[in-house]
């Protein structure tokens, strides 16, 4: 009888954890079905940068996609750095690929309760290692994706969305990813030494950087050539 | 007291060697523009190899004209003061080597006067040999690589201004430069006195300013909190504090701000007293001097 039992709980245990992760895969190809709907965009915004060894003033930039993963950001009046995960790390390009999904429950960002589902890549030798999606269930996006990777450890992305919602663009971006310690090489260049005390480098939060972009506008599918991303 | 000035400045510009230094610093700046034109892309692999890991660097619009001027401005104001005092060391050394000296003093105007106006011709020639400097470095480098946003690698931290906030800092930096070269020029002219002929005071200026560069640059904190601090070759880079800007509660570099106005004022002032001493100490000893030659 107790054997009996706990095959029927198994059983229930297992028919529930499928159940879960047919909706974490229904929901992620709504997510996805959402997002094959825009073909290409062109958008302007401003770009804020957030790096301990980087003074950079803020820049208008043009963001430019194209499916299925190419993005390009370009600064029309000078330059801009920007980070090397920002444009691989685009959702589209999150959620190409073949990979296992794993229903993770749900968590609260500020009053809104987010369901959370982690994507294991298939293949063993893929960059990406893990990624984590915050998805608000009710309006069908993506409000956060954390992935980490062999190369260059974790990348975090948060998303608002206003005007654009129903195309599931966002208003507004704020990349986070890890930097190495800055150092000039010696030799390159004499310092100008006014006296005052160089801030000394702390590992933790001092690794982390930040690019923040607040979209103005989109022009959605009006067709983009690939010389663009060139 | 303009006369005796015209007089100075149309001995010093009748010597041909006075032109070295305009050829010198012609030649050292089309090298470099001529070295960063056809590889200036390794130049800034191993300038910007601190960042290149996590950001994507749009090299071919990093090497632009601006960045050029500031780093042959780099170069060259540690090399510059040694054609300052190729001249400075000269103007009065130079005439007591030639015996024109005591005819000079016998001029109806005073040796004070006399000594300020020989100042006053080592000053605009070194701001002249800056001017020729900034046609050079800066105009011709913008014509050649035309201009865009300047990135500053510094020991800590990368520096970007955004092109339209860049000429005004160019003319501070020239401006600051013009006080940090008088001020060599100022200690060749005192060391000229002293001599007689313009070898001694040019070789010894040169000295000077090159072992005090080296004391300025070593990072031992017993020179950084007691001597280094009063140095004047320690003042002469404050021309670059104008290329640093401050930066918001974000971390934004906030255009048309200057880092550490104070510490650059500091340092003027610091330059402004060496050239007041070094004159006035000229200009005492050239008075109570016999001048025998």
């Not at chain 1, 159940?19 to 895969?25: G, L, Y």
């Not at chain 2, 610093?25 to 090298?31: G, P, S």
């Not at chain 2, 550490?260 to 500091?266: E, F, G, K, S, T």
Request: aromatic fraction near 10%; glycine fraction near 6%.
């Amino acid at each position: 009888m107790g054997n009996k039992k706990f095959y029927l709980l198994a059983f229930l245990n297992c028919l529930c954890l499928i159940s879960f992760a047919q909706d974490a895969n229904s929901l992620l190809q709504k997510i996805r079905d959402r997002l094959n709907k825009v073909n290409d965009y062109e958008a302007t915004g401003v770009m804020k940068t957030n790096v301990s060894f980087l003074k950079v003033p803020e820049a208008q930039v043009q963001v430019f996609f194209k499916k299925p993963d190419k993005l390009k950001i370009k600064n029309e009046h000078g330059i801009s750095l920007v980070p090397k995960g920002a444009v691989s790390f685009s959702l589209n390009n999150l959620l190409k690929g073949n990979y296992t999904v794993l229903d993770a429950g749900t968590e609260m960002m500020g009053s809104v309760k987010l369901r959370v589902i982690k994507l294991l890549p298939v293949d063993d030798n893929a960059d990406i290692v893990l990624s984590t999606f915050y998805i608000d269930e009710a309006k069908l996006l993506v409000m956060k994706a954390k992935t980490t990777t062999r190369e260059s450890g974790t990348y975090e992305v948060e998303m608002s969305y206003g005007k654009y919602a129903a195309e599931a663009l966002p208003d507004k971006v704020v990349f986070t990813f890890n930097t190495k310690d800055y150092k000039l090489p010696k030799g390159i260049t004499f310092d100008y030494d006014d006296g005052t005390k160089k801030k000394t480098e702390t590992h933790g939060e001092s690794s982390k950087g930040k690019v923040e972009i607040d979209y103005s506008s989109y022009i959605l599918n009006k067709g983009l050539p690939d010389s663009v991303f060139k | 007291m303009f006369r005796l000035l015209q007089i100075e400045l149309f001995k010093i510009f009748k010597r041909p060697r006075t032109y070295i230094s305009f050829g010198a610093i012609a030649a050292m700046i089309l090298i470099i523009q001529l070295g960063l034109k056809f590889d200036g892309k390794s130049y800034l692999q191993l300038l910007m190899s601190g960042i290149s890991d996590s950001f994507i660097i749009p090299y071919d619009m990093i090497l632009n004209g601006y960045l050029v001027a500031f780093v042959i401005l780099n170069t060259l104001l540690i090399q510059v003061p040694l054609l300052i005092a190729l001249v400075a060391g000269d103007v009065v050394a130079g005439e007591a080597n030639m015996g024109t000296l005591r005819l000079l003093v016998t001029k109806p105007v005073s040796r004070t006067e006399l000594m300020l106006a020989k100042f006053g011709a080592s000053v605009v020639y070194t701001v002249l040999l800056l001017i020729w400097m900034a046609i050079l470095a800066l105009f011709l480098s913008m014509l050649f690589f035309g201009t865009n946003d300047m990135l500053i690698a510094r020991n800590d931290v990368m520096e970007q201004i955004s092109k339209n906030d860049i000429l005004w800092r160019y003319v501070a930096a020239f401006g600051y430069a013009a006080v940090a070269l008088s001020t060599v020029a100022a200690l060749a002219f005192l060391l000229s006195v002293f001599a007689d002929n313009s070898i001694g005071p040019i070789v010894s200026t040169i000295s000077i300013v090159v072992v005090l560069t080296i004391l300025s640059e070593m990072k031992i904190p017993l020179y950084d909190n007691t001597v280094k601090p009063y140095l004047f070759t320690s003042h002469m880079l404050a021309w670059k504090g104008f290329f640093y800007s401050k930066v918001d509660n974000e971390g934004e570099a906030i255009r048309g701000s200057i880092e550490n106005l104070p510490a650059i004022l500091r340092s003027l002032g610091i330059l402004f007293s060496y050239i007041i001493l070094f004159v006035t100490v000229a200009i005492i000893s050239f008075r109570k001097k016999d001048i025998l030659s």
